[in-house]
Structure formats: structure tokens, C-alpha cells
């Protein structure tokens, strides 16, 4: 059973880092000590986000596909290959720019979150590619890997535009009660 659960943390660790992401989040918010307004809800799910859905699920990707790129092809279903270093040093510099998305900065956030994307949804159509022509359904290319390259990305966008329309909304209140 542990084993069990080793295993799948450690296959599916895009699933994994977005959990603790709202698990991190959660418990953040339930120790603040004022009124959690919708404005600082999104701003925690969001730095949170960056941090792990984003951030470390990168450097992790790194790591396998720069260290252990013969497993990684293994679990996708694919033959080894230099690509492998390619993806992993793209998937570095995702994590890094998530990383320092956590703090609070809309430049940072927004390629913390539209690079990823842009990779994520050209991977998922890659593995629906191989999944059509190849028939390949390895976990690593049709499973959750394939729903979170899919699934992660409008998350990151909606909640990056909902934490952008909140600070604007209290940007604009304050200047209305200072020049008002």
C-alpha cells in the first residue's frame, strides 16, 4: 500500500504540487486573523499556485527529464532521447520564474503563468498526437500528466486574471476614497 502510494506521488507529481498548492493555501488562510476578503483569497491561492503548481512542479520536471531522462521516456512511452535535456532546462526555467512568482509582482506572475501554459497545452496536444497515430496510452502520456498539461493551465489563467481584477478593484477604491 505505501509503495502504492510512493509510486503514484512520485508519477504524478503535476497532481501532487497542485494539492499542496491549495492544501498551502488553505491552511494559510485559516490562520489569518482578519476577514479573508475575496482580494486576499486570490492572492494566496495564486502565490501559492506559483510556488508549487508551478515552480517546484518545474524544477521537479527538470530533475527528471535532465537526470533521470530514461525513466521519464520510459513513463510517457517514448525511446530516451536528447530531447530530454531540452525539456528539462525549459522546465527549469518555468520553475524558476514560479518560484519567483511568489511574491507578489503581475509581471512575474503573468510568465510564471503563460509560458507554462504554452508548453503544457503543446505537450498535451503532443501526447493526443501519439495517443491517435501511436496508440500510445503509457501513463505518462495519456494519464494524469496528460489532464494536468491539459487542465493546469486555464486554472493559472483564470485565477491570475481574478487576482488582477481584485487588485484593480481595490487600486480604484482607494484612489476614489483619497481623491474622491
Not at 72 to 82: F, H, K, R, T, V
Not at 150 to 177: D, E, H, K, M, V
Request: hydrophobic share 55%; proline share 4%.
Amino acid at each position: 500500500m505505501i509503495e502504492q502510494v510512493i509510486r503514484f506521488v512520485l508519477s504524478n507529481y503535476p497532481l501532487v504540487y497542485f494539492v499542496i498548492s491549495l492544501v498551502v493555501a488553505g491552511l494559510s488562510l485559516a490562520r489569518l486573523r482578519e476577514p479573508v476578503t475575496r482580494a486576499i483569497a486570490l492572492e494566496t491561492i495564486l502565490k501559492y499556485y506559483c510556488l508549487f503548481g508551478v515552480g517546484f512542479f518545474f524544477v521537479h520536471n527538470f530533475v527528471m527529464h535532465t537526470f533521470f531522462g530514461e525513466v521519464s521516456a520510459e513513463y510517457i512511452g517514448w525511446e530516451d532521447s536528447p530531447f530530454q535535456l531540452e525539456v528539462g532546462t525549459a522546465s527549469l526555467g518555468f520553475g524558476l520564474v514560479g518560484l519567483l512568482a511568489y511574491r507578489k509582482d503581475f509581471g512575474l506572475r503573468l510568465a510564471a503563468i503563460v509560458g507554462p501554459a504554452c508548453f503544457m497545452w503543446g505537450a498535451a496536444a503532443g501526447h493526443v498526437y501519439q495517443m491517435v497515430t501511436a496508440h500510445n496510452f503509457a501513463p505518462g502520456n495519456a494519464g494524469v500528466m496528460f489532464w494536468m498539461g491539459a487542465l493546469l493551465p486555464p486554472f493559472g489563467l483564470i485565477l491570475l486574471a481574478a487576482w488582477r481584477r481584485a487588485q484593480l478593484t481595490i487600486s480604484t477604491s482607494q484612489n476614489l476614497a483619497t481623491y474622491g
